[in-house]
Each structure stands twice: as C-alpha cells, then as structure tokens.
Antibody
Framework: EVQLLESGGGLVQPGGSLRLSCAAS????????MSWVRQAPGTGLEWVST????????FYADSVKGRFTISRDNSKNTLYLEMNNLRAEDTALYYC???????????????WGQGTLVTVSS | IQLTQSPSSLSASVGDRVTITCRAS??????LAWYQQKPGKAPKLLIY???TLQSGVPSRFSGSGSGTDFTLTISSLQPEDFATYFC?????????FGQGTRLEIK
C-alpha cells in the first residue's frame, strides 16, 4: 500500500523559513514524479511544485518561484519542499502527491498524503 | 489555463442524477482529472484522462469530454457522495484546479 507521510509544518513568522518532508513507502519511489499541492483554509487547491522521478526536472507555480525549492532524496524515499521568505498568503495545508508516471505532465495525481499545516503569522 | 467549474454549489437528494461541468480556457485534450474531497480529508482521485474511472471508485461516477468542456456525472447520489469536487488539468504547466463544486444534501 502506498503511503505518503508529510511533516515539518508549523507556525512561522513572515520572512521565515520551513522545510517540509514527505516520507514515501509502498512503491518504487525513484520511478515516479512527485508534487506539492496546497490548500488555504476554506479554499480550493493550488498546485505548488513538481519534480521528476530522477530529480532532474522541476517546475514551480509563479506564486512560489524563487522562494520555494523542491527536491528529493531517492535513497531515503523522501520528498522535500524548502520554503523561504514565507508570506501570510503561504498559510495552507500542504499535500504531498504521487504522480502516475516519471513526469507528472499529462498524468494524474494519486494518492495524496494527509497534509501538513503551515501557518505564517506574527 | 483556467478551469471554471459550475455550479459552485449544488443541493441534491439521495438518488438524484447530478452533473458538474468544468470548462478550460484553452484546449487540454483529455488530460483532466476529477477529485472528491470530504471535510478534513485529502482529495481522492475519481476520474483521470477525462473518462477513466479510477480503480475502486463506484461505477455511478462517470466523466466525459475533451478539449475545453468536461463533465462529471453521478448517476444516483448516495449519502457518502456529499462532498466537494474539483477538476484538475495536467495538460501543461502550471497545473491548475477548478474552484470546486460543493455538493450538499437537499
């Protein structure tokens, strides 16, 4: 059974940094692209970033480009999201998601982790 | 690519047939997925490739469409179907989601 377990969320001041982690199990991690999707309280879903199975190709939403960095350690079956210069509008539940192929492009997202909450507030 | 879902909310009764639409601002071929989200839970994949039912999803759910216009249909609503539904395009970056359709009990 595929499991995705996010961690690293918490309360941070504006301008601060956090690193989210997603521990994956139940599948051959280095074959699949992975993504982060966030959901602000009471709102819809926003794609944040995607990384290919090898880690060589990365994409970012304009809203986080230059502030967030996606990475993965295939030896540890772990996905990361390094978040810097955090803003109030980054407050959200961050989901780790498996793509259905090595590149998420023209694939689909399944399954989703349960999410880790990031709150940016002074 | 913007995805516009309609309606934004919908009240229906158990046994009703319900259709939710998703319109893309430009063509996305069939690279559209539908997810169901219940309160406090992660989204769950229902349909991918516009019309392919994910394994384990009841057959009362179906999807159709290609290009810019897509639909999700629930043929006979069950109590567990009351949730929020999102469409999602993976045809090109940046990936985008519809704003969601909240399906409520009448």
């Amino acid at each position: 059974e595929v499991q995705l377990l996010e961690s690293g969320g918490g309360l941070v001041q504006p301008g601060g940094s956090l690193r989210l982690s997603c521990a994956a199990s139940g599948f051959t991690f280095n074959i699949y692209g992975m993504s982060w999707v966030r959901q602000a309280p009471g709102t819809g879903l926003e794609w944040v970033s995607t990384i290919s199975g090898s880690g060589d190709t990365k994409f970012y939403a304009d809203s986080v480009k230059g502030r967030f960095t996606i990475s993965r350690d295939n030896s540890k079956n772990t996905l990361y999201l390094e978040m810097n210069n955090l803003r109030a509008e980054d407050t959200a539940l961050y989901y780790c998601v498996q793509c259905s192929g090595g590149f998420c492009y023209q694939k689909y997202f399944h399954p989703w982790g349960q999410g880790t909450l990031v709150t940016v507030s002074s | 690519i913007q995805l516009t879902q309609s309606p934004s909310s919908l009240s229906a009764s158990v046994g009703d047939r319900v259709t939710i639409t998703c319109r893309a601002s430009q063509g996305i071929s069939s690279y559209l997925a539908w997810y169901q989200q219940k309160p406090g839970k992660a989204p769950k994949l229902l349909i991918y490739g516009a019309s392919t039912l994910q394994s384990g999803v009841p057959s009362r759910f179906s999807g159709s469409g290609s290009g810019t216009d897509f639909t999700l249909t629930i043929s006979s609503l069950q109590p567990e179907d009351f949730a929020t539904y999102f469409c999602h395009q993976l045809n090109s970056y940046p990936f985008t989601f519809g704003q969601g359709t909240r399906l409520e009990i009448k």
